[in-house]
């Protein structure tokens, strides 16, 4: 599992992904040639701070970007290719083989309609199932994701519902599609720790019955608890990439490093010393040249601030884009 | 600090710097408008009635419907029509803007009261209004003031009092409370120049509403007495002579619009400014 | 009573919200704090958790007097702020000032840096030399780590984290006793998040400014505070020293809150022992009866349907309000 996905169930495939935003200040590079694959019932963490691309690669594969965007690269779902795709077979994939789960679950239910309704809609408009066979289904949906009184739950309106169920729902309805991939943007983020421990054991399930799933977060203990493998943004750029053992044990970017160090935690008995990264987040719009973390770096030097470092494949299945690091890792 | 970038921003937008440029044309030419024109406003010229213009006799503008000089009551015109255009956007900045934060502010039951005030000012009927002030004050320009007065201010208080009450919901309002600001402190220092933006708008609106409302009491006899103009009379009495002699309503409403217009740039020139983050 | 040392002291502080129930409806209330007693030393740092609705924020405020509790008292260096003149109360807010959670919100658009932090200066201290201010102004900024050419820019030219130093430089400049940090941190990414709390740490220490640290981060508190206090549905559930809350938490509701929190280690993760939670958050409105959290708590029996429980002492200052807490198994570290 955590070496490089099986060739044979790859669902998802990105390649030299790139997501400009053409704005009146100049244009912004989002996304700067992201690549990865994701096998079935695999989940992959993208994780960084805001700004550093992370929701935009997801909102890139999904197609769902404002019209001043430009996507470039490729992107492969189950032998397709997503970038071009007319709105029409975009929009017939979404919501049955690729499904949305956001960060707030207001965004993705309709505030007018019960939960029957929302998701008998996708049943009936998809599938082309009659009324009895999608609320049946509707219910056993719900069943899947731990509703209590599923039957009581179909007639209330999302404002009845608190916030973790609401998220329940919204993955009911993502879920009710048998989607191949599962593309989730922050779906914890907005609950509380005892609701979100449970929303987190709900994907695991999903992933456990085949299901794909890229989590985006900037939440590292979210990603050790349910991705196999991570991809770490910073500006645009996938600085670290590989399985989330070797990521977390023996992080091999200065800024992965430096993301673990600072992170308080709760098992960590001497907890005292945490090591804040220096320095400001960077402004997409005035890049500095090189290596785009190398102002807040304490191993910058002179090729770190003139060549952007590649993203180059060491050893154990991880890659690494660092003028510093290794092939053994950790960092020289 | 704010004032000088302020201005600064102001100064290098072309379209606000025009909109100053022609209103500075426009007051210079109301306030020498007799120096300039060639003819008295009331001067009758029986052998040139709804003249077209004539530029070696004088009349830049031709004659009205009684042979009169248009040029020089275009003039004359103007300096009525700004003259209540300022007093109305004064009434309402004045008035409006503090009479709306404070009941914004405030809120609870002295909001419920100031706001019912406000309510029954807007349901009295205008004209019956404007006619009892005729009948105790008399028929004059300062009538006019009071009867626009009264009512302009309204529409800012109410502007002013919804955006105070969104402005209160911010933190930083509670932020300001909580490092021991007074009310009038936060009113004065933090919710009003946070109300700019609107204020402004709405100022550039009670200006044409109040240049058209003299219009329309002078087309009733009950504002600017003959032989006394103003933009809204040239214009009504252009009008009605559009098909024959069209320079009548041309030059009275080439004035009036070119003022909107040189308001309008102006107040988003002045919006902008104000607002640091552009 | 009120010991020496305490610089705040809250005894059995309540606050409730009216809500209208509508037409005909019974009036109502939202019971966002109950009977909720602390106090705060000198220089102490108290971190205050929970989840959304426990009430923390509310307590804040209450602490603050930005409102008006229904029940109980606060005393404020020996005296009580509530029986004094609202001139004097104001006053105080020189002494205790706060931090909020957005700190772009929290600042005026319109208003520059160097105006907004020099506030409580014109407020407090309105006699003071233009140049005096100034100095003062440039002084706090420095400390907090910007430049002193932050003076005349606005709100909107700085990052989150910037403004959040903004936000404790206005916050210092009165050389105030005591700090509320309302969710200080939590609208800020990992790596300045922690630059943040070591500031505010450093601060603490320095100048001895006691922190009433409030935040829903149980890592982040465990960072930062010499004693945590654990509120559900406006009730104290426990309080002890930093160390044996979370290294031997004994109430149900804090150990399944320090269970739920993901540990950034994949094999910790793996093998972890978890308390689930039954349910949902009940409603503020109708809180249960006995002790609030049975309704979801995995040991709950009959006594705590109906009894509310006390705040019982264990050694040490380490205060617990659970029936049960002698009988349930002990557990020495949540990891």
Known sequence: MEAEPRQDRIVLNVSNLTTRFLTPRGTVTAVDGVSFSLAAGETLGIVGESGCGKSQTLFSIMGLLPSNARVGGSIGFEGQELIGLPPGEMNRLRGIRLALVFQDPMTALNPYLTVERQLCEVLEYHKGLSRADARAEALEALRRVHMPEPERQLRRYPHELSGGMRQRVVIAMAMIGKPALLLADEPTTALDVTIQAEILDLLAEQSDSGTAIVLVTHDLGVVARLCDRVAVMYAGRVVEQGPTRAVFHAPRHPYTQGLLAALPRLDDLASAGRKPIEGQPPDLLALPPGCAFSPRCPLADGPCREMSPELLSRDGGCAVACHHADGRGGVS | ?278 | ?335
């Open chain 3, 1 to 335: 009573m009120t010991t020496p040392d305490d610089l705040l002291r809250v005894e059995g502080l309540s606050v409730d919200f009216p809500v209208s129930g509508g037409l005909w409806g019974r009036k109502r209330a939202v019971h966002a704090v109950r009977d909720v007693s602390f106090t705060l030393s000198a220089g102490e740092t108290l971190g205050v958790v929970g989840e959304s609705g426990c009430g923390k924020s509310t307590l804040g405020r209450a602490v603050l007097n930005l409102i008006r509790p229904t029940a109980g008292r606060i005393w404020w260096n020996g005296s009580e702020p509530a029986a004094e003149s609202l001139e004097r109360q104001r006053l105080l807010r020189r002494e205790m000032t706060v931090i909020f959670q957005d700190p772009l919100a929290s600042l005026d658009p319109r208003m520059t840096i160097g105006a907004q932090v020099g506030e409580p200066l014109d407020i407090f201290e309105p006699a003071l030399p233009e140049d005096e201010k100034r100095r003062r102004v440039a002084a706090v900024l420095e400390r907090v780590g910007l430049s002193a050419d932050a003076v005349g820019r606005y709100p909107h030219q700085f990052s989150g984290g910037q403004c959040q130093r903004v936000g404790i430089a206005r916050a210092l400049i009165s050389n105030p006793r005591m700090i509320v940090c309302d969710e200080a941190v939590s609208a800020l990414d990992v790596s300045i998040q922690a630059q943040i709390v070591a500031l505010l740490g450093d601060l603490s220490r320095e100048m001895g400014v006691a922190l009433l640290f409030i935040s829903h981060n149980l890592a982040v508190v465990r960072q930062i505070s010499d004693r945590v206090m654990v509120l559900y549905l406006g009730k104290v559930m426990e309080i002890a020293g930093r160390d044996s809350l979370y290294g031997a938490p004994r109430h149900p509701y804090t150990r399944a809150l320090l269970s739920a929190v993901p540990v950034p280690d994949p094999d910790v993760e793996r093998n972890r022992r978890r308390f689930h939670l039954i349910g949902d958050l009940p409603s503020p409105l109708d809180p249960p009866k006995g002790c609030v959290f049975h309704t979801r708590c995995p040991h709950a029996v009959d006594r705590c349907r109906t009894e509310v429980p006390d705040l019982s002492g264990l050694e040490g200052r380490h205060h617990v309000a659970c029936h049960l807490w002698r009988e349930l198994e002990f557990s020495p570290s949540p990891a």
């Open chain 2, 1 to 278: 600090m704010t004032a000088d970038s302020g201005w600064r921003r102001l100064l290098r937008n072309p379209m606000a710097m025009a909109g100053l440029t022609v209103l500075g044309l426009i007051l210079l030419l109301a306030l020498f408008g007799p120096f300039l024109a060639a003819h008295e406003i009331d001067e009758v010229f029986w052998d040139r009635i709804g003249a077209p213009p004539d530029f070696a006799a004088g009349f830049y503008f031709g004659t009205d419907a009684n042979g009169r000089d248009l040029f020089a009551r275009t003039l004359a015109g103007a300096r009525v029509s700004l003259l209540v255009g300022t007093a109305a956007s004064l009434i309402s900045l004045v008035i409006g803007v503090t009479y709306g934060a404070i009941a914004g502010y405030l809120g609870g039951r002295i909001d419920a009261v100031m706001m019912r005030i406000v309510d029954i000012l807007y349901s009295l009927p205008f004209v019956f209004f404007v006619i009892l002030l005729t009948v105790y004050v008399g028929r004059s320009l300062s009538t006019i003031f009071i009867t626009i007065g009264a009512v302009i201010w309204l529409d800012m208080a109410r502007i002013v009092r919804g955006q105070t009450l969104s402005l209160k919901q911010r933190e930083f309002i509670e932020a300001a409370r909580a490092f021991g600001a007074t009310d009038r402190r936060i009113i004065l220092r933090h919710i009003i120049p946070n109300l700019w933006g609107p204020v402004i708008i709405s100022m550039l609106l009670v200006i044409p509403d109040a240049i058209l409302t003299e219009s329309f009491l002078s087309f009733l006899g009950l504002g600017v007495q003959e032989p006394n103009t103003s933009w809204g009379v040239l214009i009504g009495d252009g009008a009605q002579n559009m098909m024959e002699t069209p320079w009548m309503l041309l030059f009275p409403g080439a004035f009036l619009a070119l003022t909107l217009l040189a308001f309008n740039f102006l107040g988003d020139g002045l919006r902008d400014a104000m607002d640091p983050k552009e």
